[in-house]
Each structure stands twice: as structure tokens, then as C-alpha cells.
């Protein structure tokens, strides 16, 4: 399994950024996706989730109306899509890959992991 996420930069406050995550080494749309961040000095915390077939949407109250996720099973790929981002919005963003029928926001749900990629926003 590998999940490669990019896509990260160094933004304004107020502005977008979409982030990407390839996934490979299973059957892309049996599962569940997620997306967390981690800020320096902090735990790692849920951002969104979806589910595989039918894309049914969750966020975390602190991204929602401004965060959205989204995937392409045919390209094994899964994005989300940041706007109005805030200075506290700054972490870095992880895809991960739902594996344990656990809660859809917790790091416990999930077994695999990308990278990483960084979100600086600049006030």
C-alpha cells in the first residue's frame, strides 16, 4: 500500500490550495479516505473523511463550509480542496486509508498513511 500526498505550498490567509493523494497497492474505491493534519506541537486531528462507493462526506466542525473532500476512484485519487484557509490552518496535511471499522474521525480508523505535505498560511 503507498498513499504520496502533495499539493501543499505557502499561502495567504484567505486564500486556496487543493491537495492530492495517489493511492496504490489495493482496490482504491473499497475504501474509506481520510484526511488529518498536524500541527507543530500538537496531536494529529481529523480534517475529512469519505467513503468509498458512495462518497458520503464527513468534516471536522473546524474545516467545515470551507474544506472540501472529494475522489476519483478511476485514478485512484482522493483531493481536498482548502479555501478561505486561516493561519491556524498551517500543519501538515496526511491521507490516510480507513481500515478498522472504528469512528470515521478517529487516527485509530486508520492503518495506512502517506507522507505528508506541508500548508504554511501567512498572514
Known amino acids: 500500500v503507498q498513499l504520496q500526498a502533495f499539493g501543499g505550498g505557502l499561502v495567504q490567509a484567505g486564500g486556496s490550495l487543493r491537495l492530492s493523494c495517489v493511492a496504490s497497492?489495493?482496490?482504491?474505491?473499497?475504501?474509506?479516505m481520510g484526511w488529518f493534519r498536524q500541527a507543530p506541537g500538537k496531536e494529529r486531528e481529523f480534517v475529512a473523511h469519505?467513503?468509498?462507493?458512495?462518497?458520503?462526506?464527513y468534516y471536522a466542525d473546524s474545516v467545515k463550509g470551507r474544506f472540501t473532500i472529494s475522489r476519483d476512484n478511476s485514478k485512484a485519487t482522493v483531493y481536498l480542496q482548502l479555501n478561505s484557509l486561516k493561519i491556524e490552518d498551517t500543519a501538515v496535511y496526511y491521507c490516510?486509508?480507513?481500515?478498522?471499522?472504528?469512528?470515521?474521525?478517529?487516527?485509530?480508523?486508520?492503518?495506512?498513511w502517506g507522507q505528508g505535505t506541508h500548508v504554511t498560511v501567512s498572514g
Open positions: 497497492g489495493f482496490t482504491f474505491v473499497n475504501y474509506a
Open positions: 490516510a486509508r480507513r481500515t478498522i471499522q472504528y469512528e470515521v474521525d478517529s487516527v485509530k480508523s486508520y492503518g495506512d
Open positions: 469519505i467513503s468509498g462507493v458512495t462518497g458520503y462526506t
